[in-house]
């Protein structure tokens, strides 16, 4: 079936070093791939997609890596500060399927300070 | 733009009661879902549409009903509350592949 998993429930990082986030889907008719970031009592909030053609994609501190043959998203944030704690999720949207976004369990990022 | 706007903020119903949670948007985006998220889980679909009069179900579809009669509204509806669906209720709308998300609507069911 459809599943999107992330490998590991929680990320403590220094504040400062660099954040990977990392992703495995197992739906090969996947064709766009997005990260959000949710706060404490807040909905999800986009921070950036890519589409199955690319392998790599550049917003401001963050990049998205996406391995086609292994099935695997990476989230990167450069420079993790305080304000990026929060839960990660990966969602995946399966081409054909009326655009249904299928979500991940969600990393908890921890930034010490 | 209010965006997404979903009501009540904050709900506890006893079991048996039903209940409609609301949601609605002003970007005149047709694709609308609802969907929940429980402790230490990803959010799982509900229900979606993809347009006015056109609703379909997700990955948990049991125990809700939708309907979509204008673009701007999505209700759903829990017809006989359990404590199963203790969650927190997130309406997403979508277009051109970017969903903006409410803040979520959190129902506690004793």
């Known amino acids: 079936g459809e599943s999107v998993g992330l490998h590991l429930p929680t990320l403590s990082v220094q504040e400062g070093d660099n954040s990977i986030i990392n992703c495995a889907y197992s739906?090969?008719?996947?064709?766009?791939f997005i990260w959000y970031k949710q706060e404490s009592e807040k909905g999800p909030q986009f921070i950036i997609d890519i589409r199955s053609n690319m392998d790599k994609r550049q917003g401001q501190r963050v990049t998205v890596l996406l391995n086609k043959t292994v099935k695997h998203l990476s989230l990167q944030i450069a420079a993790t500060q305080p304000g990026d704690s929060a839960v990660y999720f990966c969602?995946?949207?399966?081409?054909?399927?009326?655009?249904?976004?299928?979500f991940g369990q969600g990393t908890t990022l921890q930034v010490k300070p | 733009n209010a965006g997404v706007t979903q009501t009540p903020k904050f709900q506890v119903l006893k079991t048996g009661q039903s209940m409609t949670l609301q949601c609605a948007q002003d970007?005149?985006?047709?694709?609308m879902s609802w969907y929940r998220q429980d402790p230490g889980m990803g959010l799982r679909l509900i229900h979606y549409?993809?347009?006015?009069?056109?609703?379909d179900q997700g990955e948990v579809p049991n125990g809700y009903n939708v309907s979509r009669s204008t673009t701007e509204d999505f209700p759903l509806r829990l017809l006989s509350a359990a404590p199963s669906q203790t969650s927190v209720y997130f309406c997403?709308?979508?277009?051109?592949?970017?969903?903006?998300f409410g803040s979520g609507t959190r129902l506690t069911v004793v």
């Open positions: 739906n090969s008719a996947s064709d766009y």
């Open positions: 549409s993809v347009g006015a009069g056109i609703t």
């Open positions: 970007m005149n985006h047709e694709y």
């Open positions: 969602a995946e949207i399966v081409s054909g399927n009326t655009g249904k976004l299928i």
């Open positions: 997403a709308t979508r277009r051109r592949g970017g969903y903006t």
